[in-house]
């Protein structure tokens, strides 16, 4: 079961602060000497080597420069950027607007064959209508305060969801819990649209969508937290982050968690009757 989504992207980091600790002690400088020589405390350089901090791109020119290695800056710079690519912080990615972030993800829709997405929350993003994505992306415009283009955002999180309708090869296996059918996010018309909508989309030749339903006697693995899987990359979404999972034998973690949760979800008309059930509890 994954256990820690995050540790891609910390062992990248791991990585440039072992190659940064590689070239000081190749040097025969101590951690005191090479601050010397960087014009910085001792335990700076510390906090880079054992990737409690990452250094900036001035930081590894300075480095290298101490060592007598120049010539290898570009490389180790272009390591710790990748690393830092692992974890996006959403405050971050969110400061040019929600808009700008859901268009983001364009090249790696269109070059991804194979769609796998888990939701304990929330109705995934690649079958909103635009109500909900409103609501949804307005209460994380206001949490990470945002700018204010929610509409604008709602309406490009759709237009990207029509990937689900182009022709070609393309495969969707969408699993949520029957939990997302009843958490509230919209008013009752905008989630009876939402719904409504999962009816239609779950018809679709290439989606396959499953519901694992509320209170199985037993399961063999617990409610995760989101997480997608676009052929062999897979995304994690956090509160205050998206962490992108690359290290193979974590990838083949979400890939075996994935096929665990959908031998517990339904399909088909079972699943159509839990949707239908929750569109009628909207009225009561």
């Known amino acids: 079961m994954p256990t820690s989504p995050s540790s891609s ?8 602060g072992t ?4 070239l000081r002690l ?7 000497e090479l601050a010397s020589r960087c014009g910085w405390h001792h335990s700076k350089t510390s906090r880079i080597e054992n990737a409690r901090s990452s ?5 590894i020119r300075v480095w290298c420069r101490a060592c007598g290695v120049e010539d290898q800056a570009p490389d180790i710079i272009a390591a710790s950027r990748n690393a830092e690519s692992l974890y996006v912080e959403w405050r971050r990615t969110m400061r040019t607007g929600l808009r700008h972030l859901q268009q983001s993800y364009a090249d790696l829709f269109d070059r991804t064959t194979l769609f796998r ?24 415009a206001r949490f990470h305060e945002a700018p204010d283009d929610v509409s604008e955002a709602a309406a490009a999180r759709v237009e990207r969801s029509r990937i689900i309708h182009r022709p070609g090869r393309r495969r969707f296996l969408l699993l949520i819990e029957e939990a997302v059918l009843r958490y509230q996010l919209a008013d009752a018309d905008a989630m009876a649209a939402q719904l409504g909508h ?15 339903p ?34 193979p034998s974590e990838v083949v973690l979400y890939q ?11 399909y088909g008309s079972e699943a159509r009757t839990l949707i239908v059930r929750a569109i009628e509890a909207l009225g009561r």
């Open 198 to 212: 999962l009816l239609s989309v779950g018809t679709l030749p290439a989606v396959s969508l499953g519901v694992i």
């Open 55 to 59: 250094p900036t791109t001035p930081d």
């Open 214 to 247: 509320a209170g199985l006697p037993e399961r063999s693995i617990r409610p995760l937290e989101a997480f997608h899987i676009y052929d062999e990359l897979v995304a994690v979404e956090l509160l205050t982050a998206r962490v992108t999972v690359t290290q």
């Open 19 to 22: 190659r940064l600790r590689d």
């Open 117 to 140: 997405v888990y939701s304990a929350r929330i109705v995934p993003g690649l079958v909103q209508t635009e109500g909900y994505a409103a609501a949804l992306l307005g209460g994380v």
């Open 256 to 266: 075996k968690a994935f096929d665990e949760l959908r031998e517990l979800a339904v």
């Open 9 to 16: 992207a910390q062992a990248a980091r791991a990585a440039v």
């Open 26 to 32: 190749d040097a025969g400088l101590t951690i005191t």
